[in-house]
């Protein structure tokens, strides 16, 4: 039973890294149809910015200047780059933003090398005991974190201020015709997807350390959760990844840990073949 319970609060944490990359996807997917694929390399700048670069900084200040950064990434790549290209082909521009991640990627490992680097919980080493439950105060950030960015998000998407971000997910073209200004409502979500992908970043460098291409990996896994939930909501993309974070980590506990990453691509064929818009999804037909 104790370990039953270990392995579902790891799950939970590893799931809740994965919904935040997952949330940033589907504010983007239901919006636009596009999938940035970029956020897992924003996620890895945001880290690096947080634990490795400009050390003499207060930590306080390298979070906000790691969120900052990752916002600007999102909303330039998505103005000067992703629009243009979305504009005549969907599917080039998400597979862009995968290309995009590989530079973003290859830009830290020449400035930063390759070498797997440390990161130290700004949260202490310190350990909660609560009944047969041991976890660490940074997993216990990861779960308060991750829920307070979830319900800030369905407050602001239920707010008067997010009516004309539903009337844009419901219909682009009338939500133009009543005068939403559904540009800047894109570069919004592209803002909120940044802040979701520095914040997975932050919380995810002190669990795997710091790597140039661990973003790559978290963006993948993330997407095959979202799928898993089904990525035209972004609630059931979120409950998609938490799921698809404690089927990893059961498996990992009571099978194989060396096999987690196949059960991951597994579990995406699987869904794609299936119930190819999520087990929460409707039928509806694919944007991109």
């Known amino acids: 039973m104790e370990t039953f319970v270990q392995l579902i609060a790891a799950g939970l944490v590893t799931g809740t890294i994965y919904a935040l990359i997952a949330a940033g996807y589907a504010v983007l997917y239901t919006a636009t149809g596009f999938v940035n694929f970029a956020l897992g390399a924003q996620a890895m700048i945001g880290g690096y910015l947080t634990y490795v670069f400009l050390p003499e900084l207060p930590l306080l200040v390298r979070v906000l200047l790691a969120i900052v950064v990752s916002i600007l990434v999102s909303v330039a790549s ?19 933003s995968f290309g995009f991640s590989i530079v973003m990627a290859e830009f ?37 974190v991750g829920a307070v960015l979830f319900v800030a998000l369905a407050l602001i998407f239920r707010s008067r201020g997010g009516m004309s971000i539903r009337a844009m997910f419901q219909d682009k073209e009338m939500a133009e015709t009543l005068g939403i200004p559904t540009n800047r409502v894109i570069i919004g979500l592209f803002m909120f997807s940044g802040v979701f992908a520095a914040a997975a970043g932050i919380l995810t460098g002190p669990i795997l350390s710091m790597s140039p291409h661990m973003g790559t990996s978290l963006a ?8 898993l939930g089904g990525l035209g909501r972004i609630s059931t993309a979120i409950i998609g990844a938490i799921m698809l974070g404690l089927l990893e980590t059961l498996f990992a506990g009571y099978v194989s840990q060396g096999y987690r990453t196949t059960l991951v691509f597994a579990v995406f064929i699987v869904v794609l073949i299936l119930r190819p818009a999520g087990i929460f999804g409707s039928n509806t037909k694919v944007k991109v």
């Open 78 to 96: 998505w103005t000067f780059f992703y629009r243009r290209v979305a504009e005549k082909d969907m599917l080039s521009a998400v597979i862009m």
């Open 108 to 144: 830290i490992r020449i400035f930063a090398g390759g070498i797997p680097l440390p990161a130290e919980s700004p949260f202490g080493s310190g350990v909660q005991q609560i009944g047969i439950l041991s976890i660490s105060n940074h997993s216990v950030a990861v779960l308060v």
């Open 220 to 227: 993948l896994i993330a997407f095959v959760g979202a799928i």
